[in-house]
């Protein structure tokens, strides 16, 4: 067959350009950003001083709950009657003054309260069941002696986050962390507390619920009827929920609607039933060894080492929670070093004082920078007086220690849910589109929760965990350890994220970001946000900074 001359080749091929990225024409796209700008007040701004004094009363009363939950639980456990129960949280008062002074002027920097920490709470109950079958003359001697033991567990457990941090072996560890860790470890900083929000709340409905409603709509959408009810509400809305739903709470105290109701929905709804006001004493100041001499038992301080372990490991999660959500860069290696060996001399004053448990970061608190949009270290600071004075003067404190428990956990529905989102908000400096990031964050996330949840679901009233070997001092560190979400996080998430082809995926990871700010000039933010105040760098080792 011949070629005619019509025949013509398949047409050229024309480039066509690329198509765009996925929704690239369908809106902005947000750039990572290293501060939030919604904040009105950084970690180094300072509010007016009216402002001031009243954010720094309302961080008292967010802690306010830990401290009387702690109490109110163990106080009873240990034979102690009411006026034990306020002198407890007087002394929990007192010592979170203390620490919370320290950690914020010589520590993290940050503004974070340094509150009652229930991680202690198996390595306690371990200690109670010890002298729950030995004769006392009374209970009250029995608390007493359960206190001193108490004491001497939590000197000797101080020597954990001592080393830890002055040795610089925890700052070290935080150099293998990255984005990819950082998120699931500050998210389960907040979701892992999820038992102390709408369970605990559920225990008084008609209170705990009217609080949630009430503070959400009230503190994100009154404000916007206004921009003065903007600001009021925005920074106040707190406090003016807890004395609406207080005050709602005596009511229905005063009208008898609680008069038939079981004894623990009197505990739980009742504002005369924790008899705090007609037991505490008009003024008492807390002081050393104020229930005799320590007792020192090895079994019992080495269930405390794991708790001292644990808080370490929460207050890290807590403390990049804060950073954030107070403007400040990442906290350095050598600055979380700092800020835990304090930890463990605030430990040993806790021993020394006799507080009922150690300290660790409040979690509610940092939730309430966000909530605030106030990050200012100094109020912070001003909190503390308000922890002094209502330490000392106990009936006063006691007004406020008489605020139902629901009300704190409906607080702490909201406070704990912006501490989680904070943790997510750290994924913005790593691939989010990279699998092997999401299988690492997912994994550490899921065990974070689902591990220590198992371990809190199995531990018995009487503190006995899943662990149950012939030595209960080893049967105490597991529990403790395992038992708390974000220490659970920290292993896993660190385990994986540097054993997975960390090298290939060194990008991914989001290191060439958190890097910079590992080293003390690697930033010039390092020195004006965690710097120590009166030049005190000048005159200590580098090596302590």
Not at 105 to 118: D, H, I
Not at 499 to 514: A, C, E, M
């Given at each position: 067959?011949?070629?005619?001359?019509?025949?013509?080749?398949?047409?050229?091929?024309?480039?066509?350009?690329?198509?765009?990225?996925?929704?690239?024409?369908?809106?902005?796209?947000?750039?990572?950003?290293?501060?939030?700008?919604?904040?009105?007040?950084?970690?180094?701004?300072?509010?007016?001083?009216?402002?001031?004094?009243?954010?720094?009363?309302?961080?008292?009363?967010?802690?306010?709950?830990?401290?009387?939950?702690?109490?109110?639980?163990?106080?009873?456990?240990?034979?102690?009657?009411?006026?034990?129960?306020?002198?407890?949280?007087?002394?929990?008062?007192?010592?979170?003054?203390?620490?919370?002074?320290?950690?914020?002027?010589?520590?993290?920097?940050?503004?974070?309260?340094?509150?009652?920490?229930?991680?202690?709470?198996?390595?306690?109950?371990?200690?109670?069941?010890?002298?729950?079958?030995?004769?006392?003359?009374?209970?009250?001697?029995?608390?007493?002696?359960?206190?001193?033991?108490?004491?001497?567990?939590?000197?000797?457990?101080?020597?954990?986050?001592?080393?830890?941090?002055?040795?610089?072996?925890?700052?070290?560890?935080?150099?293998?962390?990255?984005?990819?860790?950082?998120?699931?470890?500050?998210?389960?900083?907040?979701?892992?507390?999820?038992?102390?929000?709408?369970?605990?709340?559920?225990?008084?409905?008609?209170?705990?619920?009217?609080?949630?409603?009430?503070?959400?709509?009230?503190?994100?959408?009154?404000?916007?009827?206004?921009?003065?009810?903007?600001?009021?509400?925005?920074?106040?809305?707190?406090?003016?929920?807890?004395?609406?739903?207080?005050?709602?709470?005596?009511?229905?105290?005063?009208?008898?609607?609680?008069?038939?109701?079981?004894?623990?929905?009197?505990?739980?709804?009742?504002?005369?039933?924790?008899?705090?006001?007609?037991?505490?004493?008009?003024?008492?100041?807390?002081?050393?060894?104020?229930?005799?001499?320590?007792?020192?038992?090895?079994?019992?301080?080495?269930?405390?080492?794991?708790?001292?372990?644990?808080?370490?490991?929460?207050?890290?999660?807590?403390?990049?929670?804060?950073?954030?959500?107070?403007?400040?860069?990442?906290?350095?290696?050598?600055?979380?070093?700092?800020?835990?060996?304090?930890?463990?001399?605030?430990?040993?004053?806790?021993?020394?004082?006799?507080?009922?448990?150690?300290?660790?970061?409040?979690?509610?608190?940092?939730?309430?920078?966000?909530?605030?949009?106030?990050?200012?270290?100094?109020?912070?600071?001003?909190?503390?007086?308000?922890?002094?004075?209502?330490?000392?003067?106990?009936?006063?404190?006691?007004?406020?220690?008489?605020?139902?428990?629901?009300?704190?956990?409906?607080?702490?529905?909201?406070?704990?849910?912006i501490v989680a989102a904070t943790g997510i908000s750290f994924l913005q400096f790593a691939n989010s589109n990279s699998m092997r990031n999401l299988y690492v964050l997912g994994l550490s996330l899921f065990l974070g929760v689902s591990i220590s949840q198992y371990f809190v679901s199995h531990t018995t009233t009487d503190g006995h965990g899943p662990v149950k070997t012939d030595g209960g001092w080893f049967n105490d560190i597991l529990n403790t350890i395992f038992s708390s979400p974000p220490t659970v996080a920290i292993i896993v998430?660190?385990?994986?994220?540097?054993?997975?082809?960390?090298?290939?995926?060194?990008?991914?990871?989001?290191?060439?970001?958190?890097?910079?700010?590992?080293?003390?000039?690697?930033?010039?933010?390092?020195?004006?946000?965690?710097?120590?105040?009166?030049?005190?760098?000048?005159?200590?080792?580098?090596?302590?900074?």
């Open positions: 067959m011949v070629e005619t001359a019509s025949h013509q080749g398949p047409p050229p091929q024309v480039a066509r350009p690329p198509p765009p990225p996925l929704g690239g024409t369908r809106g902005p796209v947000f750039p990572p950003n290293e501060q939030l700008h919604q904040l009105h007040f950084c970690i180094h701004s300072n509010p007016p001083w009216p402002q001031a004094i009243i954010l720094a009363f309302q961080h008292y009363i967010v802690m306010l709950g830990s401290t009387v939950l702690i109490a109110s639980t163990l106080v009873p456990l240990m034979g102690g009657n009411n006026g034990d129960k306020g002198r407890v949280i007087q002394t929990l008062l007192f010592m979170a003054g203390v620490n919370t002074l320290l950690q914020t002027l010589l520590g993290a920097r940050l503004p974070t309260v340094m509150g009652a920490s229930f991680a202690f709470f198996i390595p306690v109950m371990s200690i109670v069941n010890d002298f729950a079958d030995k004769t006392f003359k009374s209970e009250h001697e029995r608390f007493v002696y359960t206190m001193r033991a108490i004491q001497g567990s939590l000197m000797v457990s101080s020597i954990i986050n001592i080393f830890l941090g002055y040795s610089r072996v925890w700052g070290n560890l935080t150099r293998f962390f990255s984005p990819v860790i950082l998120v699931p470890v500050v998210c389960v900083v907040g979701l892992g507390l999820f038992m102390r929000g709408f369970p605990q709340l559920a225990n008084c409905v008609e209170i705990g619920l009217p609080m949630l409603i009430l503070l959400v709509i009230g503190q994100q959408y009154l404000k916007r009827i206004h921009p003065r009810a903007q600001l009021i509400l925005e920074r106040f809305g707190l406090l003016l929920c807890v004395a609406i739903i207080w005050a709602f709470a005596g009511i229905l105290t005063v009208a008898g609607a609680y008069k038939n109701a079981m004894e623990q929905t009197k505990r739980s709804c009742r504002v005369d039933h924790s008899y705090l006001i007609s037991s505490s004493p008009w003024i008492r100041i807390p002081y050393p060894f104020q229930w005799g001499p320590p007792v020192f038992r090895a079994s019992h301080v080495f269930g405390m080492m794991g708790a001292a372990l644990v808080t370490s490991a929460e207050s890290t999660g807590t403390f990049f929670a804060a950073a954030r959500l107070a403007g400040a860069t990442p906290p350095p290696p050598h600055v979380l070093s700092r800020s835990i060996g304090l930890q463990g001399i605030s430990l040993l004053l806790d021993g020394l004082f006799g507080a009922t448990v150690g300290t660790t970061a409040s979690v509610e608190n940092v939730g309430l920078l966000g909530l605030t949009h106030i990050g200012s270290r100094r109020v912070v600071q001003i909190s503390t007086a308000f922890m002094f004075f209502f330490s000392i003067f106990g009936k006063f404190g006691a007004l406020f220690a008489s605020i139902p428990l629901p009300i704190f956990a409906a607080i702490y529905c909201v406070l704990f849910g998430g660190t385990l994986l994220d540097n054993t997975l082809d960390p090298r290939r995926f060194h990008d991914d990871r989001g290191i060439q970001w958190l890097v910079p700010f590992h080293h003390w000039k690697g930033d010039s933010r390092n020195e004006e946000f965690y710097n120590l105040p009166l030049r005190i760098n000048e005159y200590m080792p580098t090596r302590y900074l």
